[in-house]
Nanobody, 122 residues
Framework: QVQLVESGGGLVQAGGSLRLSCAASGRTSSPYAMGWFRQAPGKEREFVAAISWSSSDPYYADFVKDRFTISRDNTETTIYLQMNSLEPEDTAVYYC???????????????WGQGTQVTVSS
């Protein structure tokens, strides 16, 4: 089992930045890929970014448009999502997930955090 805890969400004005963190505990010795997803009110959960265990070839949803950066620190078993140039449309609960493959599909991820709220005001 792996437990994931997100932090770093909050209220920010449009154009601002936030850095989300996701701390993993439990069976973190396994080489998990990690991903970030988000869900806005009344909408389905959508993929944001993913990164492999080796941090090679991180990839992003199209709407990220070079605004977000995913990274990981395997020493601390933590992943990050640096979000810049935030827009009101980025308002959502952001979730991190762990699984065997870095993918934009949510089903392959085995473990999920509880989420952290990000609110961007106009």
């Amino acid at each position: 089992q792996v437990q994931l805890v997100e932090s770093g969400g909050g209220l920010v004005q449009a154009g601002g930045s936030l850095r989300l963190s996701c701390a993993a505990s439990g069976r973190t010795s396994s080489p998990y890929a990690m991903g970030w997803f988000r869900q806005a009110p009344g909408k389905e959960r959508e993929f944001v970014a993913a990164i492999s265990w080796s941090s090679s070839d991180p990839y992003y949803a199209d709407f990220v448009k070079d605004r977000f950066t995913i990274s990981r620190d395997n020493t601390e078993t933590t992943i990050y999502l640096q979000m810049n140039s935030l827009e009101p449309e980025d308002t959502a609960v952001y979730y991190c997930a762990a699984g065997e493959v870095a993918t934009g599909f949510s089903d392959p991820y085995d473990y999920w955090g509880q989420g952290t709220q990000v609110t961007v005001s106009s």
